[in-house]
T-cell receptor, first 113, second 106 residues
Framework: DAGVIQSPRHEVTEMGQEVTLRCKPI?????LFWYRQTMMRGLELLIY????????DSGMPEDRFSAKMPNASFSTLKIQPSEPRDSAVYFC???????????FGDGTRLSIL | AQRVTQPEKLLSVFKGAPVELKCNYS??????LFWYVQYSRQRLQLLLR??SRESIKGFTADLNKGETSFHLKKPFAQEEDSAMYYC????????FGQGTTLQVKP
């Protein structure tokens, strides 16, 4: 298995632009998680899905952020409009059912100018 | 509220010295606890989980329910251990501590 696949690996864009981050979880994993990592705040859980259904989005910073999981093999995290303070590394992770360890993707390094 | 606390942002030791990365948790019930490691600019990788009671790369972690701690230990640090270490607790969703950067100097 190739593991959790995220794209793009790097994204640089100007503030105000729409940004879409993509994630392909490991096949057969039922839960998917989006995290944001910054120097100041560490690793923050933004949202997670169980069986494609959003369970907890309390970590989503504001309405500019949205996430979808249209099927078991794909999820997106969208920021519209983007702002410089959104600059961070965004990780996606997936896991099977139960309290199994999460498997992380390589992350998307996002820079908003 | 569920919480995982890592009190040290940075731990700097010399090669060969013992290492202890602290982690305390606040959970109702019995959470499952993990240590993840992130080497420079790489993805997070699972290092240990408390139910396994195993040793990975010389690291061990023991759950102390009385002190609500899950400290990560290694008797002799190596330079390649330099990384960011996250303690995490599972209780429906994974909650991470703030992370501790371990710097092992030659």
């Amino acid at each position: 298995d190739a593991g959790v696949i995220q794209s793009p690996r790097h994204e640089v864009t100007e503030m105000g632009q729409e940004v879409t981050l993509r994630c392909k979880p490991i096949s057969g994993h039922n839960s998917l998680f989006w995290y944001r990592q910054t120097m100041m705040r560490g690793l923050e859980l933004l949202i997670y899905f169980n069986n494609n259904v959003p369970i907890d989005d309390s970590g989503m910073p504001e309405d500019r952020f949205s996430a979808k999981m249209p099927n078991a093999s794909f999820s997106t995290l969208k920021i519209q409009p983007s702002e410089p303070r959104d600059s961070a590394v965004y990780f996606c992770a997936s896991r099977p059912t139960g309290n199994q360890p999460q498997h992380f993707g390589d992350g998307t390094r996002l820079s908003i100018l | 509220a569920q919480r995982v606390t890592q009190p040290e942002k940075l731990l700097s030791v010399f090669k060969g010295a013992p290492v202890e990365l602290k982690c305390n948790y606040s959970y109702s019930g019995s959470p499952e606890l993990f240590w993840y490691v992130q080497y420079s600019r790489q993805r997070l990788q699972l290092l240990l989980r408390h139910i396994s009671r195993e040793s990975i790369k010389g690291f061990t972690a023991d759950l102390n329910k009385g002190e609500t701690s899950f400290h990560l230990k290694k008797p002799f640090a190596q330079e390649e251990d330099s990384a960011m270490y996250y303690c995490a607790g599972e209780g429906g969703k994974l909650i991470f501590g703030q992370g501790t950067t371990l710097q092992v100097k030659p």
